[in-house]
């Protein structure tokens, strides 16, 4: 009888363990991330402003979201790959190719094939959104909005790579940081 209550106090402490690690494993990733990564600057385009079931955030649809298929090269929908990531003359990134490895002393992100179309791969990125305070979310999604759209098109986001995580570090609009262009209008 011992080992059996013994035997479950162990499954239970192993359960809330789980339970407590995988979100610290998480945010722990995210954090280091965040501190340690490279800074990469990703033009954004216009996207849909209101999605009532995501809650508080800016949308975003990354302009620079595919990449040329290397000949001979296979992937399929949804499969995962590994996007190298070069910084243009203009000081924006790009992403220069696939591999299916993870690759070594290069950047790059972690992203799933969205579609392929010739000798292109359409990417679903690991970052579509930025996170905002709620009260400044709204005013932040119209004037990300409203300069999306513009001719110039001068909103991007800053995101730090890291060992193929990423996370967005904050969102730009006319050179100017969200939080402060919300405060500021």
Not at 23 to 49: C, N
Not at 127 to 148: I, K, L, T
């Amino acid at each position: 009888e011992f080992r059996r209550v013994l035997f479950r106090s162990g499954c239970y402490l192993m359960a809330m363990l789980a339970q407590v690690a995988v979100p610290a494993t998480m945010i722990w990733g995210h954090e280091r991330t965040l501190a340690a990564g490279s800074v990469y600057k990703f033009r954004t385009q216009p996207v849909d402003p209101y999605d009532a079931f995501r809650g508080r955030y800016v949308s975003l649809r990354i302009e620079e979201s595919h990449a040329p298929l290397v000949q001979g090269l296979t992937v399929e929908r949804g499969q995962k790959v590994y996007a190298l990531i070069e910084v243009g003359a203009d000081g924006f990134a790009r992403l220069s190719g696939i591999r299916i490895l993870p690759p070594v002393g290069v950047p790059y992100l972690t992203a799933h094939v969205y579609y392929v179309t010739g000798s292109v791969v359409q990417l679903r990125l690991p970052f579509d959104r930025c996170y905002m305070e709620e009260s400044r979310a709204p005013a932040a999604e119209r004037a990300y909005q409203e300069h999306s759209h513009a001719a110039s098109r001068n909103t991007y986001i800053a995101v730090r790579v890291l060992d193929g995580t990423s996370a967005v570090e904050s969102l730009w609009i006319e050179g100017i940081s969200v939080h402060d262009f919300v405060s500021v209008k």
